[in-house]
């Protein structure tokens, strides 16, 4: 079985600061790892994802994380955040379907 | 680039209902899913199905069914609405399971 934690549920940030968002999963067999974002009102969106290979994964709008095998972590990083990026996060492990975390809302603040 | 339509954006049934919330995809997937969505917990698997005909319990069934007699269309079935089901619906598609998930934009579900 597989599950996803997401350490903080609401993360406050000022505009053009640093962010990370943290997520941890346990797993017994090797699985993929996913990031999503979800801005109000709409769908799900795929931030990035780490399949193999080089453990610093980029995405997309700035976005990346990287893949610590050793701490079983995904943390999502962005150097400088803007009024856009306000939204809800959603860390995945997928091995046949995909977990979710339980989220993350991000809201920056002018 | 793939589309997954949700047939309703809203909904409103009374407790007892049977609803019917369909899920549309364009891409010719095998892999489609159904979330429910809840302050707090995240998105959780209800359904999902790796092929027509084919379906699989996710993580929270009870309560609900699903259908799939065609490649391109994945449908939940609320047996009988109730207050507690009252949710966000999410549903999506893949092509493996490395490639990602496309979601549909949701449909709010509420019972009264």
């Given at each position: 079985a597989?599950s996803?934690?997401?350490?903080?549920?609401?993360?406050?940030?000022?505009e053009?600061?640093?962010?990370e968002l943290?997520?941890?999963?346990?797993s017994s067999v090797s699985?993929y790892?996913?990031?999503y974002?979800q801005?109000p009102?709409?769908g799900?969106q795929?931030?990035?994802?780490?399949?193999?290979?080089?453990?610093?994964?980029?995405g997309?709008n700035?976005?990346?994380?990287?893949?610590?095998?050793?701490?079983?972590s995904f943390?999502?990083?962005k150097?400088?955040v803007h009024?856009s990026d306000?939204a809800?996060?959603f860390?995945?492990?997928?091995?046949?379907?995909l977990?979710?975390g339980?989220?993350?809302?991000?809201t920056?603040?002018? | 680039?793939v589309k997954?339509t949700?047939?309703?954006?809203y909904l409103?049934k009374?407790?007892?209902?049977k609803?019917?919330l369909e899920?549309v995809q364009?891409?010719d997937?095998?892999?489609?899913f159904?979330?429910?969505?809840?302050?707090?917990l995240g998105l959780?698997?209800i359904y999902?199905?790796?092929?027509?005909?084919?379906k699989?319990?996710g993580?929270?069934?009870?309560?609900?069914?699903v259908s799939?007699e065609k490649?391109?269309?994945?449908s939940?079935i609320?047996?009988?609405?109730s207050?507690n089901?009252?949710?966000?619906?999410?549903c999506?598609?893949?092509?493996?399971?490395?490639?990602?998930?496309?979601f549909?934009s949701g449909t709010?579900?509420?019972v009264v």
């Amino acid at each position: 079985a597989q599950s996803v934690t997401q350490l903080d549920s609401q993360v406050p940030v000022f505009e053009e600061a640093p962010v990370e968002l943290r997520c941890n999963y346990s797993s017994s067999v090797s699985v993929y790892l996913f990031w999503y974002v979800q801005y109000p009102n709409q769908g799900l969106q795929l931030l990035l994802k780490y399949l193999s290979g080089s453990t610093l994964v980029k995405g997309i709008n700035g976005f990346e994380a990287e893949f610590n095998k050793s701490q079983t972590s995904f943390h999502l990083r962005k150097p400088s955040v803007h009024i856009s990026d306000t939204a809800e996060y959603f860390c995945g492990t997928s091995y046949g379907k995909l977990t979710f975390g339980q989220g993350t809302i991000l809201t920056v603040h002018p | 680039d793939v589309k997954v339509t949700q047939s309703s954006r809203y909904l409103v049934k009374r407790t007892g209902e049977k609803v019917f919330l369909e899920c549309v995809q364009d891409m010719d997937h095998e892999n489609m899913f159904w979330y429910r969505q809840d302050p707090g917990l995240g998105l959780r698997l209800i359904y999902f199905s790796y092929d027509v005909k084919m379906k699989e319990k996710g993580d929270i069934p009870e309560g609900y069914s699903v259908s799939r007699e065609k490649k391109e269309r994945f449908s939940l079935i609320l047996e009988s609405a109730s207050t507690n089901q009252t949710s966000m619906y999410l549903c999506a598609s893949s092509f493996t399971d490395n490639y990602g998930y496309t979601f549909g934009s949701g449909t709010r579900l509420t019972v009264v």
